[in-house]
């Protein structure tokens, strides 16, 4: 084992950026008054705030207004489906129809389960064993009702890369269509250019940021329902005290995300294909993940599908040997099968034992050698483990 832990869980989170942690901790000493205050000491941390939401902005080459601060990914996607829809609904007491692919995070797919339930129509649409969604799948889904396409940037679990900007042009010829985007896993990896999509959803914890914070962007023209009620902040959609400290780590994240997002990915490629190479050597392996660029080079997904064999029993003996792994999203990972892997293969020993590997600027080249290594020493201990079990079993019915 490694004297110290590998840590290849970076999708689902990432340490402070060391400028997001000196940010927030001169926020946290200074800026302590709550923003929404009448006094000196609350505008100054309201003006804080306006400033980063300004920042943000022009970073993202949107309106200051169009950004919501939220608690993270999961209530901005919420507020994104939820919102406008219920919003629609009560402006023109319809039944809405909505587009969102079988593979987006649990916190979008959730969401048009939910709706289903409230009698809203959803179509779920297939992926290929890529897993990229056809635009043409969207373009023939679309109906008269229907008010809200929703396909993520990049696949929380195998990092495939969806052709938002070919769905973007289907849908230019439908401006009461809106596009909603969930870019977690690419924003800082992938470019994105948000002036085709409507609304656009990020994470703090996932790009160097801080947990509990993350931003929904709302072109101004969107009708918003608010999820919750109480004060007025956030356009009146998102009520609750504004974490200061949050706001300007996010900020901070953002615009770091950014400045290095090429260097980062040219070195995440790198280890994208040493680990590639190594695990395309393993017999009977199966790698889920395409490669870049039809994939975002932080992400690599695998399976070892051999009867009795599951993720947890990998996640475990890969733990033993200090590497930190996971087999789907964190908000999804007591489930024991993807639902991502079975949508693109069909196949229960494939979902059932998928691993994903995530990759940071932090980790070596020496580490990813080590990895395979010790995949191919895992697969070869699970090899021999499924042979005596198929002898005590055979020795058991004689």
Not at 199 to 215: A, F, Q, R, V
Request: hydrophobic fraction near 40%.
């Amino acid at each position: 084992m490694m004297m110290n832990p590998l840590y290849l869980d970076y999708c689902a989170s990432t340490p402070l950026h060391p400028r997001v942690f000196q940010t927030m901790l001169d926020s946290a000493r200074h800026c302590y008054a709550n923003p929404s205050s009448v006094h000196d000491m609350g505008f100054k941390a309201r003006l804080r705030v306006e400033e980063s939401r300004e920042k943000i902005a022009r970073l993202l080459q949107v309106q200051p207004a169009e950004i919501i601060f939220t608690s993270g990914a999961t209530e901005s996607n919420n507020l994104a489906i939820l919102g406008v829809i219920r919003a629609w609904m009560k402006k023109t007491g319809r039944t809405p129809h909505l587009i969102m692919s079988e593979i987006e995070h649990s916190s979008v797919y959730q969401c048009g389960k939910q709706l289903v339930e409230q009698g809203a129509e959803v179509s779920f649409l297939p992926v290929n064993r890529n897993g990229t969604v056809d635009p043409t799948s969207v373009k023939d889904a679309l109906q008269a009702n229907t008010v809200l396409v929703s396909v993520m940037h990049v696949n929380n679990e195998t990092g495939a890369v969806q052709p938002i900007g070919e769905i973007a042009e289907v849908l230019r010829s439908m401006p009461d269509v809106l596009f909603h985007v969930d870019g977690v896993q690419g924003f800082g990896k992938i470019p994105v250019e948000l002036e085709p999509i409507d609304l656009y959803t990020l994470s703090g914890h996932k790009i160097g940021g801080p947990k509990g914070i993350g931003l929904l962007v709302a072109k101004e023209y969107i009708e918003l329902e608010p999820l919750m009620y109480g004060g007025e902040q956030e356009q009146g959609v998102r009520p609750g005290t504004t974490n200061v400290p949050a706001v300007l780590g996010l900020t901070e994240a953002i615009a770091t995300a950014l400045e290095e997002r090429e260097e980062k990915a040219a070195y995440l490629t790198l280890l994208h294909k040493s680990a590639y190479s190594g695990l395309a050597a393993i017999p009977e392996l199966v790698i889920n993940s395409p490669e870049p660029p039809d994939s975002s080079p932080h992400i690599i997904n695998f399976s070892y599908p051999k009867k009795g064999v599951t993720s947890a029993m990998m996640i475990s003996m890969l733990g033993k040997r200090g590497i930190m792994v996971s087999s789907q999203s964190a908000c999804s990972s007591k489930a024991k099968q993807s639902r991502v892997l079975m949508a693109m293969t069909q196949d229960e020993a494939i979902s059932s034992s998928s691993i994903r590997l995530s990759f940071h600027e932090d980790v070596k080249l020496a580490d990813v050698e080590y990895l395979v290594a010790s995949i191919e020493q895992t697969v070869g201990e699970l090899k021999v483990k499924n042979k005596f079990d198929l002898l005590k079993k055979q020795l058991a019915h004689k």
